[in-house]
């Protein structure tokens, strides 16, 4: 059985389509498992322990030693 033009063209669409959407989520699969994946080797953005480094607030540096202002 022979398959008119119009109805080749549509199986090949519809078979691209199918494929085109099957690569699609696998590839956003993919980058969800490796940001997941970096998230947590990261530790999720928290540092603990002696070699923390830039977690910490220091209200010295931030201290407004410049302005004249009077203490009560």
Do not use: D, H
């Amino acid at each position: 059985m022979e398959l008119e033009p119009r109805e080749q063209a549509q199986l090949q669409a519809e078979v691209a389509m199918s494929s085109f959407i099957r690569y699609s989520k696998n590839t956003v699969y993919v980058i969800l498992a490796l940001l997941f994946v970096v998230v947590v080797l990261a530790n999720n953005g928290v540092e603990t322990g002696p070699g923390a480094t830039g977690s910490g607030y220091n209200g010295e540096q931030y201290n407004p030693s410049g302005l004249s202002v009077t203490k009560k």
